[in-house]
């Protein structure tokens, strides 16, 4: 037996050569040795660990498997609101973007950091005293899902930093969980083997994998993860996004592909095209480029719309052009009853995608493209939408089909269909079996009741099975039905069984959603759970009361009440409360800032920008960009830009950190 100080040894040095491998696979998607070899070393670490477990340390790569299988997704609450970009195609907006950058920081040659816009997942992980802690997925912006145990398992990223005490405590990363193409069509391969459905594209599989409950298994799929941004940063210490990105690729997190310093419509329009005649031979998809202003304290400045930055531009590629030919034109009967066209195609690839169908939207527009069975279309995928027929390609000679005829009955029920506008509707609700399954599939979506395991094959047969006949008769369903249907055993049945019945206590905006109203979208019914705070308020409530919240229009509000109106929704709602469905009312930390309107400047010392922004929502306040006679407060940061001097023209109050932070109520 070898002594201590050997066995020691070697762990080291094989976590050493573990790292390198991992690094070498992930952030240059160059391995030296094979996958076998790497097992090979993985499986020796393991076995002397086994012999020493003192030796064991929470960072060593064999401690990414072994997680126990999640329950259920947690929530995680982003430090900051995630935010999306602005997308454009045309180099007309481009050069917009440039001039306003340009007046709003009075700089000519202002630098903007062009890089790949990579066609993933967004994920934001937080890594505390330089320890890996935590991973989450975007969700809505404000909170996602807890990933961080696939992204262990699937060796994706360092456990711990290089330097750590060159960071802060909590250091917050931001970037995209991709499938490398390779892995991609692998793992696609596999399915399809064994009769299961492929996944559409890797940012799909990806969005799917990363997702998962139970880890294990996610070590023989190779994820990647590539940053771009970090919030934990100060703006002193990383006051560029260049300095920032070698910061965190000096700290051992991967930032992938070329990137290049613009300072004019020429530099971009090289990068475009540097990047477009790139696109195909890169190991992980791109659909784009993002354009960054540099100078972070100046893009402060600039501020941010709701969604998105007013500093950064996505211009996104041309979508992809395929010829196939159409195979079958089917009806697809949706959960509001809508009936929708698909034409069934000869599959193709399209940019490494395979595509067999696309939606036709409407009788009219198949007649206005004059498309039949047999026809040679043209189909565009333009990055995450539905591949779309963009027109027949005339090819003489060729045996077309039949003008395409609408059905003049529901293919799911047999109900006799009514035209609501260009679209045909099946009159019948959820007696329909297709619009109940689609309702329950939205019941029990992510972002509605969020219930694990209850998807379209489950749901389909709880339909075709009499078992599930209104929302409501889910709830009285036992693991003993579950185990009945196709695919489930005990311990699969059980789970959904609790995930359906553990799932009582939910933001009430949420579960307004889940209840799939016409017209309500997922912002609506958060805009309507915070103005009504409670699900009788907003049963009880008027046309006129509900058109009067924010956002809401007339016909909404119309939908709404007619949805209350109806006997049988008010029966599923009242059964779903007695089955211990509490919806909970949105928090608000309280109403102190109500009606007060904020502009922020500069740069604070103590939080960022969407940090403070959030503090001032909570307590009913409201951010805007421009100073004008509305605004009350004017907070005032480290270097603060032009706004200081428009709100002295306008006589608006100013504060400096410590004024604000004591109207917030956080002491001097
Ligand atoms: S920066 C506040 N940089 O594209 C700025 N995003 O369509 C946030 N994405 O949500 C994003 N590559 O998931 C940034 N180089 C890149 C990116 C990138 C891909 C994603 C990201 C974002 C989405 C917007």
Known sequence: MANRSDV???????????????QLYYVEAAPEIS?????????????????????????????????????????VSHIAPMLSLDAVRNEADVEGFLARIRTETGEDEAVIWAEPKFDGLSVEVVYENGHFDRASTRGDGRTGEGIGHTLRAARALPLRLRHPKKMPDILVVRGEALLLVKSFQKLNRARVERGEEPFANPRNAAAGLVRRLDPAGAEAIRFAVTFYDATGLSIQDAPTQETLLKQLEHQGLPVFGARARCVSMENIRAFHKRLMEARDQLPYEIDGMVLKLDDRAARENMGTRARSPRWALAWKFEPRH????????????GRTGALTPVALLDPVDVGGVTVARATLHNPSEIRRKDLRVGDTVRIERAGDVIPEIVGRVDTPGQKRGDVFEMPKMCPAC??????????????????????????????????AMDIDGLGEKTASQLVERGMVKTLADLYDLSAENFKTLEGFAAKSAKALFDAIQNRTKVPLDRFVWALGIRHVGSDSARQLA???GSLKALRDASEDNISAVLNIGPKTAASIVGFFAERRNRDVVDRLLAAGISPQPIEKTGSTLADKTFVLTGALAGWTRAQATQEIERRGGRVTTTVSDETDYLVVGERPGSKLEQAKRHGVKTLDEADFRKLLGQGG
């Open 8 to 22: 020691k040894k070697r762990i080291t040095a094989l976590r050493g050569e573990i790292a390198r491998h991992d």
């Open 35 to 75: 996958d076998k070899k790497y097992d090979g070393l993985f499986a020796e670490l393991e076995l002397l660990e086994q012999e020493r477990p003192d030796l064991v340390t929470p960072d060593s790569p064999t401690q990414r498997v072994g997680v126990a299988p999640h329950t259920g997704l947690e929530k």
């Open 322 to 333: 395929e010829i196939t030919r159409i195979a079958d034109i089917a009806v697809s009967v």
């Open 414 to 447: 047999g109900a006799e269909l009514e035209m609501r506008g260009r679209k045909a509707q099946c009159p019948a609700g959820i007696a329909c079996p297709a619009q109940l399954v689609g309702r329950i599939v939205h019941y029990a979506a992510r972002g």
């Open 530 to 532: 915070r103005a009504f």
